[in-house]
Nanobody
Framework: VQLQASGGGLVQAGGSLRLSCAAS????????VAWFRQAPGKEREFVAS????????DYADSVKGRFAISRDNAKNTMYLQMNSLNSEDTAVYYC?????????????????WGQGTQVTVSS
């Protein structure tokens, strides 16, 4: 599976962005998917995950209520809708996919990664 993230950019605090991640390969629908982010000088951190059918989702406490992960398996695409953005959301955002096992918040649970897309929130 190859992943291609897009949709990042510069946005003012309080604004919204929607990230997309297009996947190649016919097994996308069998994978758990997730978004992680990495700010300068910090470790990559979990943002959100979705089960293979998208039925179950999970979020980091820092984004709960503001971000929403979704997927369209017919289009081999996953999304991250980000609302009420603030400066602490500034980071490179990565999409990931992996087997539906292991800790959903652990980077080691994901075999496939997108190249990352920069999100910058100005205050």
């Amino acid at each position: 599976v190859q992943l291609q993230a897009s949709g990042g950019g510069l946005v003012q605090a309080g604004g919204s962005l929607r990230l997309s991640c297009a996947a190649s390969g016919r097994t996308f629908s069998s994978y758990r998917v997730a978004w992680f982010r990495q700010a300068p000088g910090k470790e990559r951190e979990f943002v959100a995950s979705a089960s293979p059918a998208g039925t179950y989702t999970d979020y980091a406490d820092s984004v709960k209520g503001r971000f929403a992960i979704s997927r369209d398996n017919a289009k081999n695409t996953m999304y991250l809708q980000m609302n009420s953005l603030n400066s602490e959301d500034t980071a490179v955002y990565y999409c990931a996919a992996g087997p539906y096992s292991g800790s959903r918040a652990d980077t080691r649970s994901y075999s496939y990664w997108g190249q990352g897309t920069q999100v910058t929130v100005s205050s």
